[in-house]
């Protein structure tokens, strides 16, 4: 079995890696972080959502384990002080793989994939943009951004702006709206629309100076005037534990003081 590492090296100290390595070999595993079957990150979500765009070609056949390391870690379900319990148990069935499919948009001739959200901003001018859902057209929107969230990004950048959490069970997309101009020229929806999973989100503009933002990474100069976002067949698995439990999860990520 072959473990790929990704750390958040602002977080540990230099031994921190050499020690990890040493433990996974101590368990007859090798460190392999080209072609691995499962990656562990160490660090917290922003860790988690950096790995998945560095093993995006391998999603296939690649296993998160996320290790939380004094972040908040939604997806992070695990301490580093289980290691050892995770390193002896990972072929058996102590743990679940959950599996969870990418938002995805074709920009610029390219296909992008996230697991949180695929949002496009203007926070300097208005951005107007027409809205459709399956083709059929739902606003003109006015304001300083879109957002397009997949159930587990819910709880990410969509929560700050007051998005309804959608419970990592769900296989949906949600609409939400940043800023919105509402007045008695311009109407928007305002509130967040939740769609299947098998809607296709079409947003129409003039997209030169908004940035369109994808997880933790952005794309500028857009050369294209129509962004479709969709839930690809991409999933991300990651290995969880068997009580994970989403209200649980709400409750002490968002709610119990550490
Ligand atoms: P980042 O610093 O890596 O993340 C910002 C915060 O969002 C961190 O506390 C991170 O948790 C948390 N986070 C990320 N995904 C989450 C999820 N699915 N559920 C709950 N919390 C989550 O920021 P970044 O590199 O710029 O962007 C990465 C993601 O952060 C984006 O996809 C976006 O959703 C989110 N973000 C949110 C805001 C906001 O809420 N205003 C602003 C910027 C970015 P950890 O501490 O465990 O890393």
Do not use: W
């Amino acid at each position: 079995m072959k473990i790929g590492l990704f750390i958040k090296y602002e977080v540990v100290d230099k031994s921190f890696e050499e020690s990890i390595k040493k433990k996974i070999m101590s368990f007859g595993y090798s460190i392999d972080n080209s072609n691995p079957d499962y990656v562990f990150s160490f660090g917290g979500d922003g860790t988690f959502l950096k790995a998945v765009q560095k093993y995006l070609s391998q999603l296939d056949h690649v296993k998160f384990v996320c290790v939380n390391k004094g972040k908040l870690g939604f997806f992070c379900d695990f301490k580093e002080e289980e290691l050892d319990e995770i390193l002896s148990n990972l072929d058996g069935d102590k743990y679940s793989l959950s599996s969870y499919r990418l938002l995805t948009a074709r920009i610029n001739n390219e296909d992008i994939f996230a697991v949180n959200e695929v949002r496009i901003e203007n926070p300097f001018h208005t951005l107007t943009s027409e809205v459709l859902v399956n083709d059929s057209e739902l606003e003109t929107f006015r304001g300083n951004g879109l957002v397009v969230c997949s159930a587990i990004g819910s709880s990410a950048y969509n929560k700050s702006l007051g998005g309804a959490l959608l419970d990592s069970a769900l296989e949906v997309m949600q609409i939400k709206e940043i800023a919105p101009i509402s007045n008695c020229l311009y109407t928007s929806l305002i509130n967040p629309l939740v769609v299947p999973s098998t809607s296709k989100i079409t947003f129409k503009g003039n997209f030169k100076e908004v940035v369109l933002g994808y997880d933790h990474l952005t794309k500028k100069e857009l050369s294209t005037s129509e962004i479709t976002i969709s839930l690809s067949d991409k999933k991300v698995k990651i290995v969880s534990k068997k009580d994970r439990d989403y209200i649980k999860k709400i409750n002490s990520s968002f709610l119990s003081r550490r």
